[in-house]
């Protein structure tokens, strides 16, 4: 695995965070390698994801050792959503339904380490009018 050899090479890693390179929750060791960080070295980990995903490793987030979950938002409507990311409207709605759920299942595992849920929104001049 990559992350032993960063970590091992550099064995005072305090972050590590999980993005680029296309959607974190696609890759199956995800979890392996977040609990690895914080075997290791007691990492924070921080996963940066477009929020479509969640539900389906809902739980397995929750219980790992994953500590700060970013959700990029682009756009704060469907329609602006569809705009910024030519995907379809309705995986905005998508987005804010795991979210919402996130948030609620959350409750229930307050002893866990993800401690930190962040959105992260992606705005044009143009569309900063569609906050108010």
Known sequence: MWLHVVLTQMPTVQFVQFSGWGEPFLNRDLFEMVAFAYRYNGAVSTVVTNGLLIENRMESFLISQLQQLVISINGVTPE??????GMP??????????????VLEKKYYNDEPLSEISAA????EGRISQLH
């Open 80 to 85: 602006s959503y569809h705009q910024m990311t």
């Open 89 to 102: 409207a309705d995986h905005f709605v998508t987005v804010k339904r795991n979210i919402e759920r996130l």
């Open 121 to 124: 929104l992606g705005l044009t």
